[in-house]
Nanobody
Framework: QVQLVESGGGLVQAGGSLRLSCAASGRTFSRYVMGWFRQAPGKEREFVGTINWTGGSTYYADGVKGRFTISRDNAKNTVYLQMNSLKPEDTAVYYC????????????????WGQGTQVTVSS
């Protein structure tokens, strides 16, 4: 069992930055691929990015490529999402997820989910 807790969301102006964190419980964090998804009001949950077990490989959705960066620290059981050059359309609840499948780009392949953290980007 893995429990995931996101933090770091908030309100930021367009063009600003935020770093989200997702802390995982348990000793098996390094066995899981991690992913970030987001859900805007009235929309389906969508893939943002994913990172493999070691952090050596990442994959991003086209809409965030070049602006968002995923990293992980297996010693701290934490995965991060650095978000730069934020746009109002990035406003959503951001979720981290864990899976045994890489890349984790389809939400149905996730085994565990966090509760989400709200990111609001004002224009």
């Amino acid at each position: 069992q893995v429990q995931l807790v996101e933090s770091g969301g908030g309100l930021v102006q367009a063009g600003g930055s935020l770093r989200l964190s997702c802390a995982a419980s348990g000793r098996t964090f390094s066995r899981y691929v991690m992913g970030w998804f987001r859900q805007a009001p009235g929309k389906e949950r969508e893939f943002v990015g994913t990172i493999n077990w070691t952090g050596g490989s990442t994959y991003y959705a086209d809409g965030v490529k070049g602006r968002f960066t995923i990293s992980r620290d297996n010693a701290k059981n934490t995965v991060y999402l650095q978000m730069n050059s934020l746009k109002p359309e990035d406003t959503a609840v951001y979720y981290c997820a864990a899976s045994v499948i890489y890349p984790l780009s389809i939400q149905y392949e996730a085994n565990y989910w966090g509760q989400g953290t709200q990111v609001t980007v004002s224009s």
